[in-house]
């Protein structure tokens, strides 16, 4: 059984700054993309930052220079350091890691619980 644990959210005034952190647990073999997804009331969900294997990342627009994605292979965990933020950050945001259970399995997804992030003006 995998997991996926965020922590780090929070409530903040525009111009502050947020780590989020997320740790896969459980029967991993290994880990490949991470990324952080967010849903604002009303609106779907969007991906936010993904960070492959390799650590190549890509990030949506809007959050371009203000949020950074990192990982550490050896704790299974993604972070997403968030600059500058904006009430438009306002969301849940989500984990999400592509991972294999063991060495003939396919890749499959797993969310986190989600966290919540508020900013105000």
């Known amino acids: 059984q995998v997991q996926l644990v965020e922590c780090g959210g929070g409530s903040v005034q525009a111009g502050g700054s947020l780590r989020l952190s997320c740790t896969a647990s459980g029967s991993i073999f290994s880990v490949h993309d991470m990324a952080w997804y967010r849903q604002a009331p009303g609106k779907e969900r969007e991906l936010v930052a993904r960070i492959t294997g390799g650590l190549a990342t890509n990030y949506v627009d809007s959050v371009a220079g203000r949020f950074t994605i990192s990982r550490d292979n050896g704790k299974n965990t993604v972070y997403l350091e968030m600059n500058s933020l904006k009430p438009e950050d306002t969301a849940v945001y989500y984990c999400?890691?592509?991972?294999?259970?063991?060495?003939?399995?396919?890749?499959?997804?797993?969310w986190g619980q989600g966290t919540q992030v508020t900013v105000s003006s």
């Open positions: 999400n890691a592509a991972l294999k259970v063991a060495f003939r399995s396919a890749i499959d997804y797993y």
